[in-house]
């Protein structure tokens, strides 16, 4: 096991009823701004909620943060922010509005363009202290210090990380996912799927307690991610699926591991470029890239072979090839494509996505380069 350092101080409110604890959990004497999507949180009731819990605050607004959210649409709620004298940030929604409800945080006091910020990793002073209700579970945005921000004019997607800015808290209610349509209830198992993937498909490190949490975490996708679908109202289901996605992404399994990450990074690049959903991007990259890599990964996919997929017979090598078939099957089972060519992307995606990732070195040995990433798409498609 490899030293490390951990920290989490995200303060999590857990269950039925819980949006309630908000009036609690954030000071009053400060102006809140609560930040949110496209309106599905008036729909389904979680809007009234929020806001009979902040009753006794003075609050503002900023909805129209969309999914895969601009640069361009958040320094608007930064501009609205500063001229409120906001001292509190409230993100109810999915991973989109919390990454971008993270970037208004430290935008707000940042001087100089905030671009910089996710481009450059610039360093950031300060940040506006924020909170989170999470209504869609899928990113662990709600119990990380990460933030995805695109910036539509020049067509990037871009990462970045601070501890500054992890949530104070997060209220997850599994019941506000009733409402979530098919496609991102499947999301939401896909992406906390790969988060594990990225964290524990590597090479053997002697780090027992990550390993066993991380397939417990995987089993756990696998057992409950078909029912989300049959059964939609199911709270079992719903709570055992938003815990996973936050373990999947909290820091905890990735202590002390060496780690992957070239599915995100490739999967961002078809994301920018074609907008494919986030999950569906990782679905396509993932059983191609673990193809490609078997040399390097074999050890570890054969362990994912026994200790998720329950392959006791034969080969390393074939224990960890029926290991990566298993996977392409069941993101195939519950309902999300794995190959490029049945989305609409241009035949030369594979020397496009490459090209933008020309100096790019991936991976948990850093030697996935410019043209493995097209010869990995090229088997993708
Ligand atoms: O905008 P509204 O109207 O709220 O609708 C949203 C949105 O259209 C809808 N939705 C959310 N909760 C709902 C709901 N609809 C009905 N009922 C509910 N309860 O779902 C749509 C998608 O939401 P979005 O937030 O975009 O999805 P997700 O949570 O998958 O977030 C994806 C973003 O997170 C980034 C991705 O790159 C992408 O930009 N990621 C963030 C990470 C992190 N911070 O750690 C790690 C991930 O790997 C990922 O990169
Ligand atoms: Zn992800």
Redesign the pocket.
């Known amino acids: 096991m490899n030293n490390f350092t951990y920290y989490n101080p995200v303060k999590i409110a857990f269950g039925s009823g819980s949006i309630a604890q908000v009036a609690d959990l954030i000071p009053s004497d400060v102006a809140v701004m609560i930040l949110?999507?496209?309106?599905?949180?008036k729909?389904?009731g979680?809007y009234d909620q929020v806001v009979s819990a902040l009753k006794n605050h003075r609050c503002v607004e900023f909805s129209g943060?969309?999914?895969?959210?601009t640069y361009e649409t958040l320094m608007q709620a930064v501009e609205k922010a500063r001229a409120e004298n906001i001292g509190y940030l409230l993100a109810v929604?999915?991973?989109?509005?919390?990454?971008g409800t993270?970037f208004v945080a430290a935008a707000i006091p940042y001087k100089g363009d905030a671009w910089d910020i996710p481009m450059s990793q610039a360093k950031i002073d300060s940040a506006v202290p924020l909170g989170a209700v999470l209504?869609?579970?899928?990113?662990?945005?709600e119990m990380?210090c990460?933030?995805?921000v695109?910036h539509k004019e020049k067509k990037l997607?871009k990462?970045w990380a601070n501890e500054k800015v992890y949530p104070q808290f997060s209220v997850l209610d599994p019941k506000?996912?009733?409402?979530?349509?098919d496609r991102?209830v499947l999301?939401?198992v896909v992406?906390p799927f790969?988060?594990v993937t990225e964290q524990y498909l590597t090479y053997p490190s002697q780090a027992m307690v990550q390993d066993n949490f991380s397939e417990g975490v995987l089993r756990t996708l696998i057992h409950y991610g078909p029912r989300a679908l049959s059964e939609k109202e199911n709270y079992e289901v719903r709570s055992n699926l938003m815990w996973a996605a936050s373990n999947a992404?909290n820091g905890l399994i990735g202590s002390g591991v060496p780690q992957d990450w070239a599915t995100?990074m490739i999967?961002?690049e078809l994301?920018v470029l074609y907008g494919l959903?986030?999950?569906q991007t990782l679905a396509v990259v993932l059983p191609s890239l673990l193809r490609y890599k078997v040399d390097k990964k074999e050890e570890k996919l054969a362990q994912f072979a026994e200790a998720v997929w329950n392959i006791k017979d034969g080969s390393p090598r074939e224990k960890a090839l029926g290991a990566i078939d298993r996977t392409e099957q069941f993101f195939r089972d519950v309902g999300v494509k794995t190959k490029l060519s049945e989305y609409s992307v241009a035949q030369d995606a594979p020397q496009v996505v490459a090209s933008r990732l020309d100096s790019a070195a991936l991976g948990e040995h850093r030697d996935i380069k410019r043209d493995d990433i097209e010869a990995i798409l090229k088997m993708a498609f």
């Open positions: 949110y999507g496209g309106g599905s949180i729909k389904n979680v943060i969309e999914a895969n959210p929604g999915g991973g989109s509005v919390l990454d993270k209504t869609l579970s899928a990113t662990g945005s990380n990460f933030s995805v695109s997607k990462g506000v996912t009733y409402s979530l349509p991102q999301n939401g992406d790969v988060h992404l995100h999967g961002h994301t959903d986030h999950a």
